[in-house]
């Protein structure tokens, strides 16, 4: 079982949607929670960091249930410029600061 | 106010040669992680380094493969002896520690290594 899991996608939708991706984790000891995007052939740029308290930031909300193990992202009134992979990311408690990557989920809005 | 930065962004080398890729961290940073991402496969985690000292190296194949982080100048990751399945984006990110290990690691463009 892969330690981050994601939906690959793609997810289409229309300019405007609105559009929300899942992950599981697997490892309880899991500390830290991140989104990030990368567009095709880039580096990976953070998005937001993901808090059980949930947290938003303009179009983007992220919601973290450590009881289930589970991370999400929602996207509000989707532009063109949000198509990109979405990846999950977990931090492991421990003595390093390795972040575990799931393979990510392709959106591509449409015009 | 630059932020991490790898050379070169693209490498050739024939199977057999050997690879180097280097990376400066964000100013203020002194803690290194590289990743690897194979075509059509997400990130995977490498190795951590401080200043001279490997602290991860969990990740890192057991042969042909080496990190540094000297004293002075950037951190290297060696490859020798290439071979076709080392062809990948291989990423470097920096992060300031002291924060704790919350916060978020900023990666530089990447090194897009070709093995003919």
């Known amino acids: 079982r892969k330690e981050v899991e994601q939906d690959p996608g793609p997810f289409n939708v229309p300019e405007g949607a609105t559009v929300a991706f899942n992950c599981t984790y697997s490892n309880s000891a899991s500390q830290s929670f991140f989104w990030y995007r990368q567009d095709c052939r880039k580096e990976p740029k953070l998005l937001m960091s993901?808090?059980?308290s949930g947290n938003e930031d303009g179009r983007f909300t992220a919601q973290l249930n450590r009881a289930s193990q589970y991370i999400s992202l929602l996207i509000r009134d989707s532009k063109l410029s949000d198509s990109a992979t979405y990846l999950c990311v977990v931090n492991i408690r421990g003595a390093t600061n390795k972040l575990i990557f799931g393979t990510g989920t392709l959106l591509a809005v449409q015009p | 106010n630059a932020g991490v930065m790898q050379n070169p962004r693209h490498l050739v080398r024939r199977r057999g040669q050997e690879a180097r890729l280097r990376c400066s961290p964000m100013?203020?940073?002194?803690?290194v992680y590289w990743y690897r991402q194979l075509p059509e496969e997400g990130l995977k985690f490498m190795v951590y380094?401080?200043?001279?000292?490997?602290?991860?190296e969990s990740g890192m194949p057991k042969e042909r493969f080496s990190a540094e982080f000297p004293k002075e100048g950037p951190s290297i990751l060696r490859i020798q002896q290439v071979v076709r399945g080392d062809s990948a984006a291989y990423f470097c990110?920096?992060?300031?520690?002291?924060?704790?290990?919350?916060?978020?690691?900023?990666f530089g463009d990447g090194t897009r290594l070709s093995i003919l």
């Open positions: 993901v808090y059980s």
């Open positions: 990110a920096s992060s300031p520690w002291d924060r704790g290990p919350s916060q978020p690691q900023h």
């Open positions: 100013k203020g940073h002194s803690h």
């Open positions: 380094l401080q200043k001279e000292n490997i602290i991860d």
